[in-house]
């Protein structure tokens, strides 16, 4: 056995030859985070966008995303994909029982939904997130960005999005009412 497979077994992840043949067989389920700061009044002034080197070989903006691994429960999954998009000062306040504002069904075909994995087909339960601390991005990162509800919902925003997210952000902004 690998050291990779031994890894897998572990942790809950997936070797990379195991992780490809799920892909092709099954809906993997992930999260997608989209931070927000809040005013002293609960609303939304701003909301954070990641600039990464996507899946599907772009440069594009894009909301804190990542699989559920086996045996973790989503409010994990949310705070270890936060904290390592973010970093370890970011602090999310994550309900006692977070709920999705929205199930999005990413797919290889962008025809089916608007959202695409060029990888897979991918079922991702959609959260918004107040961050109280200092954001400190991943090194893969290449920036990460503070955005009015104006400037993330602005067509210029939007074009430097791929794979749906400017269309999860739009919904995201929908959601809690500020939606320009």
């Known amino acids: 056995m690998s050291e990779m497979d031994q890894l897998a077994n572990q942790t809950g992840w997936l070797a990379p030859h195991d992780l490809e043949a799920a892909r092709e067989r099954l809906p993997i389920v992930y999260v997608d985070a989209v931070p927000v700061r809040l005013d002293e009044e609960g609303r939304v002034e701003a909301l954070g966008l990641l600039l990464r080197a996507m899946p599907d070989g772009t440069i594009s903006r ?17 705070l270890r994909h936060l904290a390592k998009d973010l970093g370890p000062l970011a602090q999310p306040q994550l309900p006692p029982q977070p709920s999705p504002f929205t199930v999005v069904e990413y797919f290889p075909d962008a025809a089916k939904s608007g959202f695409v994995d060029p990888r897979q087909h991918a079922v991702s339960l959609a959260y918004i997130v107040p961050v109280l601390g200092e954001c400190m991005p991943a090194p893969e990162t290449l920036e990460f960005s503070w955005l009015t509800p104006e400037e993330a919902a602005s067509p210029e925003v939007s074009r430097e999005m791929t794979g749906g997210h400017d269309r999860l952000v739009r919904m995201a902004l929908a959601h809690v009412g500020c939606l320009p």
């Not at 691994?69 to 999954?77: D, F, H, Q």
């Open 62 to 78: 894009a909301v804190v995303t990542g699989r559920i691994l086996y045996g973790e429960t989503v409010r994990a999954a949310l």
